[in-house]
Nanobody
């Protein structure tokens, strides 16, 4: 089994920045795709950004140019740098492990973190 531990959420003013981290541990095996999803109250969970094992990335149109996903394979950790945050970015952010994020093959993995709250408000 793989366990994911997220950190870095919090309260930030509009225009501010946060960096989320997600550390994977357990039976990781080969390098897998990892992604960040978010879910706002009353809305469906949506993909924010993802990074494949080969380093290729995918972003939601709503965060392109503002968020950057990266990974440190040696630490089995994925990061989400969030800049120019907006109130509509407020949500619980979830880390996901084991997915694939290519144009012809696109799915979330089987393992989810517990979520971290991001609130953008003045």
């Amino acid at each position: 089994q793989v366990q994911l531990v997220e950190s870095g959420g919090g309260l930030v003013q509009p225009g501010g920045s946060l960096r989320l981290s997600c550390a994977a541990s357990g039976s990781i095996g080969a390098i897998n795709g990892m992604g960040w999803y978010r879910q706002a109250p009353g809305k469906r969970r949506e993909l924010v950004a993802a990074i494949n094992s080969d380093g290729s990335t995918k972003y939601s149109d709503t965060v392109k140019g503002r968020f950057t996903i990266s990974r440190d394979n040696a630490k089995n950790t994925v990061y989400l740098q969030m800049n120019s945050l907006k109130p509509e970015d407020t949500a619980v952010y979830y880390c996901n492990w084991g997915g694939r994020y290519y144009s012809t093959l696109n799915y979330a993995g089987p393992t989810w973190g517990q979520g971290t709250q991001v609130t953008v408000s003045s």
